[in-house]
């Protein structure tokens, strides 16, 4: 297998607790603080980044959400975070329980592997 010339992409896992703020908003509310507060900060701030939320306070009374941001590079995660640390959302909406960053298949590249992952149908 060819190495890799390209540095993979960054997948960071931030668990989050809601704070008793963002649970007096109504639905409406937060999902307008989420669009005209975090995403415009994102955007303005940095490029090559996804994400997805999970909901698990279903589960899980420390961590009430995941969110999985990919970045394209490790500049682009340190772009997200300094973009998050300076909206509502860091510490004030949610506070920001753990951050788990990785590289998804890393032991593979080092070691010029293929991955080994399951696939059930």
Same mark, same amino acid.
């Given at each position: =297998?060819?190495?890799?010339?390209?540095?993979?992409?960054?997948? /960071?896992? =931030?668990?989050?607790?809601?704070?008793?703020?963002?649970? /007096?908003?109504?639905?409406?509310?937060?999902?307008?603080?989420?669009?005209?507060?975090?995403?415009?900060?994102? *955007?303005?701030?940095?490029?090559?980044?996804?994400?997805?939320?999970?909901?698990?306070?279903?589960?899980?009374?420390?961590?009430?959400?995941?969110?999985?941001?990919?970045?394209?590079?490790?500049? /682009?995660?340190?772009?997200?975070?300094?973009?998050?640390?300076?909206?509502?959302?860091?510490?004030?909406?949610?506070?920001?329980?753990?951050?788990?960053?990785?590289? *998804?298949?890393?032991? /593979?590249?080092?070691?010029?592997?293929?991955?080994?992952?399951?696939?059930?149908?």
């Amino acid at each position: =297998m060819p190495a890799e010339t390209t540095e993979p992409p960054i997948t /960071a896992f =931030m668990l989050v607790k809601t704070t008793p703020e963002w649970l /007096a908003m109504t639905v409406r509310e937060r999902v307008d603080a989420f669009t005209t507060q975090v995403v415009p900060a994102i *955007e303005a701030r940095t490029t090559g980044v996804r994400s997805r939320f999970y909901d698990t306070e279903f589960y899980s009374a420390r961590v009430t959400d995941v969110w999985v941001w990919e970045a394209d590079d490790h500049h /682009a995660y340190q772009l997200l975070v300094d973009a998050l640390r300076e909206t509502p959302f860091w510490d004030r909406y949610f506070e920001v329980v753990d951050l788990l960053v990785g590289v *998804e298949n890393g032991y /593979a590249r080092t070691y010029g592997l293929d991955p080994v992952a399951t696939v059930t149908t």
